[in-house]
Nanobody
Framework: QVQLVESGGGLVQPGGSLRLSCSAS????????MGWFRQAPGKEREFVAG????????YYAESVKGRFTISRDNAKSTVYLQMNSLKPEDTAVYYC????????????????WGQGTQVTVSS
């Protein structure tokens, strides 16, 4: 089992920044590829960003490329999502997820999920 806990969400104005964190416990963190997903009301959960086990490989949805940065610290068992130039359409509940092997964009392929953190972008 892997337990994931997100933090760092909140209310921010358009153009602002937030950094989300996801702390993991349980099995060896470095063995898991990590992903961030988001879900807005009435919409399906969508892939935002992913990072490989070593941190060398990062992957982004087109909608966030150039604005968001995913990173991980295996010594701290934590994955981060730095979000800059936020837009109202980024408003959603953000979830981190873990899976063995590589990053994929399909939510159903992830084995473990956090409880989510709300991000609201509004003036």
């Amino acid at each position: 089992q892997v337990q994931l806990v997100e933090s760092g969400g909140g209310l921010v104005q358009p153009g602002g920044s937030l950094r989300l964190s996801c702390s993991a416990s349980g099995r060896t963190f470095r063995n898991y590829a990590m992903g961030w997903f988001r879900q807005a009301p009435g919409k399906e959960r969508e892939f935002v960003a992913g990072v490989s086990t070593s941190g060398a490989g990062t992957y982004y949805a087109e909608s966030v490329k150039g604005r968001f940065t995913i990173s991980r610290d295996n010594a701290k068992s934590t994955v981060y999502l730095q979000m800059n130039s936020l837009k109202p359409e980024d408003t959603a509940v953000y979830y981190c997820a873990a899976r063995l092997y590589g990053v994929v964009v399909v939510a159903g392929a992830y084995d473990y999920w956090g409880q989510g953190t709300q991000v609201t972008v509004s003036s």
